[in-house]
């Protein structure tokens, strides 16, 4: 039985003398080659346990490592003046040392290196540091599972006699105990005698078997165990070495946020932030994504000279200063206020979620499908978000006193790219509205304003929005919001357009939203980028703007969230250039004279505008104090969920889920959210079972129809759109609810 364990090969190689390891590291510097532009740049370079890592400078080792090369792998060439080559995953690494002795230590530690590595992960049984198994181990594991099969056999057999052998011992014990004292006890006692042998000798082999079993076990268990050991280390290192990139990726987004002029070009500094990858990098014609012109302020002669022409554009006696230096607040800060709006909500609770652990299986799917806790959102919902827009009305109100469509495109982009101010730091997704949610914003008596904005669609969701000023315009929009989670970041895309009316001239404005991106969904903070263009259509005089969101990018030399436009009227000649930030500002700059460049990128000409000195259009508002622990809501944003009198039953104020969330109370809210949307899920189904049945029975059922808005064509697109049929402010004023569902 102990036969074919004497038999199987040993896992060892008893032939095998490995060579003493140096476990000490061999540090230094060392220059590396990293591109044309820099060439060799100098390197901190540590061997240690069959890997040779770099870094920038020795402080580095305590948290950034620019690079590691496996020697197990690697080839180690020598070239002539200092030069070594090491060659690993297809790579190439040149380096090059201070001197012939230096290089020459180097090439003796590498070599030593490679070989113990080499030999340690292709022969040691003890390290567990294994490749791929060889046909000669695959075999060993077979036969080794064989022979434990035949042990368990054994085992099973000597079990049985045992049981046997045991259960006949105890029936001759109790026969001898009634015959004690009789004639035939002799021959009892010898019975006994010859089954308790037997039980001995079945005992002595269940326990030779067991010992078999277990060396068998043993011999080869402390080799699967290390082999087992290994891959979990290695499946632990690669995880940690995905985390570490992630974080030097985000560190490295940071900074280059924080101090963008410091990347730029070839005047970044030899020990600079940007990390080795980039050394390596290649470098593109940052023009690609410039805007197709180039502006020059004109000189203060030229000025002088043009400003007569300059002011005629504003007819009416007006003010040419129509831009403002500041946001005009004159048209609103007149009169007193005669309600004090609240300045401050609950600060938010410090609750630790990990937002990949609910989203790393959600990746592709539309985000207004995947269930997630208040932890992510933010106490406003999508309608309210969209009433943000209003934030600064102000910008309208000075359009709708322009005489010139030019001057008043300048304020009408302005305003559209002022609703994106709110969302720099705005990375919370808002609560998804319920159908049938309605939102109000009466500001008649502060702004001159009235909003109202209805879901009116759940799956896609989409939203309806409506806005009539006393101060000359009125303002519509149907978006429908087309979201993908995509592993990485989150896309926003909003689509649908925003119509702008102006009562006096009868301007039509049109134009639709940029895509929102939400990145570091995996690790680092979270930021929010805007990207995309905008055309913003006069449909009544054809003049047209089309403003540029450039995207975030490392290698752009353009400030960060940079916007530029330009305005044309009908003839395609330009008269204004925008340019700013969506988070900061926007200024315009008359043009006086355009001449075509030099070529751009592929042969391309630019327009080179000659300009006025640029004028501030919009300017934004300072975030209230403590805005940081209040989901950096703006001021307009801390009032929209306050409580109001006499609003309609299904206003997003009087959600509970959002208002237990903003209170702090997010267990509470986290369960009437499920609540809601379960409720949500039943009242759909019900209208699909509603109209298959209708289907089946060949009636017609009516779809879903929204309580304060209906569908239209549009008259200039043609496309279907929602639009307000009126009606609201009316029941408010009567306060009749009566049409309204209970939705919460």
Same mark, same amino acid.
């Given at each position: 039985?102990?036969?074919?364990?004497?038999?199987?090969?040993?896992?060892?190689?008893?032939?095998?003398?490995?060579?003493?390891?140096?476990?000490?590291?061999?540090?230094?510097?060392?220059?590396?080659?990293?591109?044309?532009?820099?060439?060799?740049?100098?390197?901190?370079?540590?061997?240690?346990?069959?890997?040779?890592?770099?870094?920038?400078?020795?402080?580095?080792?305590?948290?950034?490592?620019?690079?590691?090369?496996?020697?197990?792998?690697?080839?180690?060439?020598?070239?002539?003046?200092?030069?070594?080559?090491?060659?690993?995953?297809?790579?190439?690494?040149?380096?090059?040392?201070?001197?012939?002795?230096?290089?020459?230590?180097?090439?003796?530690?590498?070599?030593?290196?490679?070989?113990?590595?080499?030999?340690?992960?292709?022969?040691?049984?003890?390290?567990?540091?294994?490749?791929?198994?060889?046909?000669?181990?695959?075999?060993?594991?077979?036969?080794?599972?064989?022979?434990?099969?035949?042990?368990?056999?054994?085992?099973?057999?000597?079990?049985?006699?045992?049981?046997? @052998? =045991?259960?006949?011992? &105890?029936?001759? $014990?109790?026969?001898?105990? !009634?015959? /004690?004292?009789?004639?035939?006890? +002799?021959?009892?006692?010898?019975?006994?005698?010859?089954?308790?042998?037997?039980?001995?000798?079945?005992?002595?082999?269940?326990?030779?078997?067991?010992?078999?079993?277990?060396?068998?076990?043993?011999? @080869? =268990?402390?080799?699967? &165990?290390?082999? $087992?050991?290994?891959?979990? !280390?290695? /499946?632990?290192?690669?995880?940690? +070495?995905?985390?570490?990139?992630?974080?030097?990726?985000?560190?490295?987004?940071?900074?280059?946020?924080?101090?963008?002029?410091?990347?730029?070009?070839?005047?970044?500094?030899?020990?600079?932030?940007?990390?080795?990858?980039?050394?390596?990098?290649?470098?593109?014609?940052?023009? !690609?994504?410039?805007?197709?012109?180039?502006?020059?302020?004109?000189?203060?002669?030229?000025?002088?000279?043009?400003?007569?022409?300059?002011?005629?554009?504003?007819?009416?006696?007006?003010?040419?200063?129509?831009?403002?230096?500041?946001?005009?607040?004159?048209?609103?800060?007149?009169?007193?206020?005669?309600?004090?709006?609240?300045?401050?909500?609950?600060?938010?609770?410090?609750?630790?979620?990990?937002?990949?652990?609910?989203?790393?299986?959600?990746?592709?799917?539309?985000?207004?499908?995947?269930?997630?806790?208040?932890?992510?959102?933010?106490?406003?919902?999508?309608?309210?978000?969209?009433?943000?827009?209003?934030?600064?009305?102000?910008?309208?109100?000075?359009?709708?006193?322009?005489?010139?469509?030019?001057?008043?495109?300048?304020?009408?982009?302005?305003?559209?790219?002022?609703?994106?101010?709110?969302?720099?730091?705005?990375?919370?997704?808002?609560?998804?509205?319920?159908?049938?949610?309605?939102?109000?914003?009466?500001?008649?008596?502060?702004?001159?304003?009235?909003?109202?904005?209805?879901?009116?669609?759940?799956?896609?969701?989409?939203?309806?929005?409506?806005?009539?000023?006393?101060?000359?315009?009125?303002?519509?929009?149907?978006?429908?919001?087309?979201?993908?989670?995509?592993?990485?970041?989150?896309?926003?895309?909003?689509?649908?357009?925003?119509?702008?009316?102006?009562?006096?001239?009868?301007?039509?404005?049109?134009?639709?939203?940029?895509?929102?991106?939400?990145?570091?969904?995996?690790?680092?903070?979270?930021?929010?980028?805007?990207?995309?263009?905008?055309?913003?259509?006069?449909?009544?005089?054809?003049?047209?703007?089309?403003?540029?969101?450039?995207?975030?990018?490392?290698?752009?030399?353009?400030?960060?969230?940079?916007?530029?436009?330009?305005?044309?009227?009908?003839?395609?000649?330009?008269?204004?250039?925008?340019?700013?930030?969506?988070?900061?500002?926007?200024?315009?700059?008359?043009?006086?004279?355009?001449?075509?460049?030099?070529?751009?990128?592929?042969?391309?000409?630019?327009?080179?505008?000659?300009?006025?000195?640029?004028?501030?259009?919009?300017?934004?508002?300072?975030?209230?104090?403590?805005?940081?622990?209040?989901?950096?809501?703006?001021?307009?944003?801390?009032?929209?969920?306050?409580?109001?009198?006499?609003?309609?039953?299904?206003?997003?104020?009087?959600?509970?889920?959002?208002?237990?969330?903003?209170?702090?109370?997010?267990?509470?809210?986290?369960?009437?959210?499920?609540?809601?949307?379960?409720?949500?899920?039943?009242?759909?189904?019900?209208?699909?079972?509603?109209?298959?049945?209708?289907?089946?029975?060949?009636?017609?059922?009516?779809?879903?129809?929204?309580?304060?808005?209906?569908?239209?064509?549009?008259?200039?697109?043609?496309?279907?759109?929602?639009?307000?049929?009126?009606?609201?402010?009316?029941?408010?004023?009567?306060?009749?609810?009566?049409?309204?569902?209970?939705?919460?």
């Amino acid at each position: 039985m102990n036969e074919l364990v004497r038999n199987l090969p040993s896992p060892t190689l008893p032939g095998l003398q490995l060579p003493c390891l140096n476990t000490g590291n061999y540090k230094g510097w060392l220059y590396k080659w990293t591109n044309y532009l820099k060439g060799y740049q100098r390197r901190w370079f540590v061997l240690s346990n069959g890997l040779l890592s770099y870094y920038r400078t020795q402080a580095e080792m305590a948290h950034t490592c620019r690079g590691t090369i496996p020697l197990a792998t690697a080839h180690i060439e020598v070239g002539d003046t200092c030069h070594l080559v090491l060659t690993s995953g297809g790579r190439s690494y040149h380096l090059k040392a201070t001197s012939e002795g230096e290089c020459q230590r180097w090439v003796s530690a590498l070599q030593q290196a490679r070989a113990n590595s080499t030999l340690l992960m292709h022969h040691s049984d003890d390290s567990g540091d294994e490749g791929p198994i060889p046909q000669e181990d695959r075999a060993l594991t077979q036969g080794v599972l064989k022979t434990l099969a035949s042990k368990l056999d054994d085992l099973s057999t000597c079990n049985e006699l045992i049981g046997k @052998h =045991g259960a006949a011992l &105890q029936r001759s $014990l109790s026969e001898l105990e !009634e015959l /004690r004292g009789s004639a035939d006890g +002799t021959d009892r006692v010898k019975a006994v005698n010859e089954r308790a042998t037997l039980f001995r000798i079945t005992s002595n082999a269940m326990i030779n078997a067991c010992r078999d079993f277990l060396d068998v076990a043993e011999s @080869h =268990g402390r080799r699967w &165990q290390k082999t $087992l050991q290994y891959e979990r !280390e290695q /499946r632990h290192h690669l995880e940690e +070495t995905i985390e570490q990139l992630a974080k030097q990726h985000n560190n490295l987004e940071r900074a280059w946020r924080e101090n963008p002029t410091s990347y730029t070009g070839v005047e970044r500094s030899q020990e600079g932030d940007a990390s080795d990858e980039n050394d390596e990098a290649e470098f593109f014609d940052a023009m !690609e994504d410039s805007p197709a012109f180039i502006t020059v302020t004109a000189s203060g002669a030229i000025q002088h000279k043009r400003s007569g022409s300059n002011q005629s554009m504003t007819s009416g006696g007006m003010s040419n200063d129509w831009t403002h230096n500041e946001n005009d607040t004159s048209g609103t800060n007149h009169m007193q206020l005669r309600r004090t709006r609240r300045s401050r909500i609950p600060d938010k609770p410090n609750y630790s979620l990990n937002l990949w652990s609910i989203m790393k299986n959600c990746i592709g799917k539309d985000l207004s499908k995947i269930p997630m806790p208040v932890n992510f959102n933010e106490p406003l919902s999508m309608l309210q978000r969209l009433t943000e827009d209003l934030e600064y009305s102000e910008l309208l109100d000075r359009a709708s006193r322009c005489h010139s469509s030019l001057e008043q495109m300048c304020l009408v982009a302005a305003f559209s790219v002022s609703s994106y101010s709110t969302t720099v730091h705005r990375t919370a997704k808002p609560f998804n509205p319920l159908l049938g949610e309605t939102y109000e914003l009466d500001r008649l008596e502060e702004y001159g304003y009235r909003s109202i904005s209805e879901q009116v669609s759940h799956h896609p969701p989409a939203a309806a929005h409506h806005v009539t000023s006393q101060r000359g315009w009125t303002l519509w929009q149907h978006i429908t919001i087309d979201s993908k989670f995509r592993g990485k970041y989150i896309s926003v895309v909003p689509l649908g357009n925003i119509h702008l009316v102006f009562h006096s001239s009868g301007n039509h404005y049109v134009w639709s939203k940029v895509t929102s991106t939400v990145h570091n969904i995996i690790v680092g903070k979270l930021w929010i980028d805007q990207s995309g263009d905008i055309d913003i259509v006069n449909n009544t005089t054809k003049d047209t703007c089309r403003l540029k969101f450039c995207p975030y990018s490392y290698f752009s030399r353009d400030v960060p969230r940079k916007v530029t436009g330009v305005i044309e009227d009908r003839d395609g000649t330009a008269h204004y250039i925008l340019s700013g930030t969506w988070d900061d500002k926007m200024e315009s700059a008359k043009i006086v004279d355009s001449s075509q460049g030099c070529g751009g990128s592929e042969g391309k000409q630019k327009t080179v505008y000659q300009t006025l000195q640029p004028k501030l259009l919009w300017k934004k508002y300072p975030l209230p104090d403590n805005a940081e622990n209040m989901h950096y809501f703006s001021s307009l944003a801390l009032t929209l969920n306050e409580q109001e009198d006499g609003i309609a039953p299904t206003d997003s104020r009087l959600r509970p889920d959002q208002r237990l969330m903003e209170a702090g109370v997010w267990d509470e809210a986290n369960t009437h959210k499920q609540r809601l949307e379960e409720c949500q899920r039943l009242e759909r189904k019900k209208r699909e079972a509603q109209a298959s049945q209708a289907l089946e029975e060949g009636q017609d059922l009516e779809c879903y129809r929204p309580l304060w808005f209906e569908k239209r064509a549009d008259d200039t697109t043609g496309e279907s759109t929602y639009v307000y049929r009126g009606g609201y402010w009316e029941a408010k004023e009567r306060q009749d609810w009566s049409q309204c569902p209970e939705i919460f």
